[in-house]
C-alpha cells in the first residue's frame, strides 16, 4: 500500500507497505474548493504494514474515515474511549487499538488503565482524572498536518528555583541545621 494511491474514503487508519501511518489532509484551494490528499506521515505502526482498516472497525471504535491527521486530541472526544474500550474495537481491531495505544502513551495516559477506569466512570470524570495526571496535554483545535510525530510528555521545567526555607523548631546557639533538599 502506498498513501498517496489511496482514496480519501481508505486513507484515515491505514497502514502502508512500509510500516508508516497514512493520513488524511484538507487542502482549501483559492476558490473556496476543498481537496483531500493521503500522505505518509512519519509515524510508525506497531508490527503492521499493509493495512487498510475495515468499516466494521471504524464504526465499532467509533471513528470517521474522512478524520484528519493524527493526534491524541481525539482521545477527548465524547463517548470515544467507550467505544475503544469495548469488546467490539479493543479485542477485534489491533490497528486502531495499535495506534491509540501509542498516542495515549505518548501523552503519559496508558491505554488499558484508562479503558479499566471508563468501565466505572462517567466521561466527565474521565476527563477531570486524564487532564489531572498532568500526563495529557490538550491542545486547542485539532491536528491538521502530517508531520506531526507522538513524544513522550515531559514534566515542564520551573523557571527559577523554589525559594530556600528555613525549618521550624529549636536549635542550639552555634549549631548549623541542613538545608532541606530539593
Not at 131 to 137: D, E, H, P, R, V
Amino acid at each position: 500500500i502506498t498513501c498517496e494511491k489511496l482514496e480519501q474514503g481508505a486513507c484515515a487508519y491505514a497502514v502502508s507497505s512500509t510500516g508508516k501511518r497514512c493520513v488524511l489532509e484538507k487542502r482549501v484551494k483559492r476558490g473556496g474548493q476543498e481537496e483531500y490528499n493521503c500522505r505518509t506521515s512519519e509515524i510508525e505502526a506497531d508490527k503492521l504494514k499493509n493495512w487498510v482498516e475495515t468499516d466494521d472497525c471504524i464504526k465499532s471504535c467509533g471513528l470517521e474515515r474522512k478524520s484528519l491527521g493524527i493526534s491524541s486530541d481525539t482521545l477527548l472526544k465524547p463517548g470515544l474511549t467507550r467505544h475503544l474500550c469495548s469488546a467490539q474495537c479493543y479485542d477485534a481491531c489491533p490497528n486502531v487499538v495499535d495506534l491509540y495505544f501509542n498516542l495515549a502513551a505518548g501523552e503519559g495516559v496508558s491505554l488499558p488503565k484508562l479503558c479499566a477506569a471508563q468501565e466505572g466512570k462517567g466521561r466527565r470524570e474521565l476527563t477531570a482524572d486524564i487532564k489531572s495526571s498532568g500526563g495529557l496535554l490538550i491542545a486547542p483545535g485539532p491536528i491538521q498536518a502530517m508531520r506531526y510525530m507522538v513524544a513522550p510528555a515531559t514534566p515542564p521545567v520551573p523557571e527559577q528555583p523554589p525559594p530556600l526555607r528555613r525549618e521550624t523548631g529549636s536549635f542550639a546557639p552555634g549549631t548549623i541545621s541542613p538545608l532541606p533538599s530539593y
